[in-house]
């Protein structure tokens, strides 16, 4: 099987699975990943602060997708990135926060935020996939208002139990992306 034909059998189990914008995300960000913006999938609508709203019309939709994305590093190991994307549901009836982690996380642990050095909670892995795993979270509206007042937040994963790795993430510009999403 050619890569192509792969990639694309690929997308459509997870358009099934996760959504159309999610599936086409997930498999750009190797991609999406890379310092230089004209690499990424995806065309970037808008930037805010430090967050970039990218839209893409992935096989078989019909409409345009948008999702509202930032990249990071964890703060000691420069080869471990975690890519956040927020997104509002085709049908606008909810709102989703997905987080792709690396390889190697420690599943049964989840994924941690921390949101100025306060515990939110932990989302459980959902999907691991060729490029890292999947952490979903709907977003109501307590959530969404910590993600626009707060000035920091950590997300953690775990190689061990006793073993978290923090992932700073820039909120600036959050609230103003999020508003601007289609």
């Known amino acids: 099987m050619g890569l192509s034909k792969c990639m694309a059998t690929l997308a459509n189990g997870l358009k099934a699975l996760i959504g159309p914008l999610a599936a086409a995300l997930l498999l750009a960000l190797p991609v999406l990943a890379l310092p230089s913006p004209a ?19 992935p096989p078989g939709a019909q409409a345009e997708q948008c999702a509202l994305i930032q990249s990071v590093v964890a703060e000691d190991r420069s080869n471990a990135g975690l890519t956040v994307i927020v997104l509002k549901t085709a049908d606008q009836k909810s709102r989703l926060m997905r987080v792709v982690a690396p390889l190697g996380v420690l599943l049964p ?16 892995f959902v999907r691991c996939l060729p490029n890292g795993c999947v952490a979903e979270v709907v ?3 307590k959530l969404l208002g910590q993600l626009r007042s707060a000035k920091t937040a950590t997300f953690i994963i775990f190689e061990t139990p006793e073993e978290g790795i923090g992932f700073p993430l820039s909120l600036n510009g959050l609230g103003e992306g999020y508003d601007k999403l289609p």
């Open 139 to 141: 977003m109501d509206d």
């Open 39 to 57: 690499h990424a999938q995806g065309a970037v609508r808008s930037v805010h602060g430090d967050w970039q709203i990218r839209c893409d019309t």
């Open 109 to 124: 642990s989840g994924l941690g935020l921390k949101l100025d050095n306060q515990d939110v909670g932990r989302a459980g």
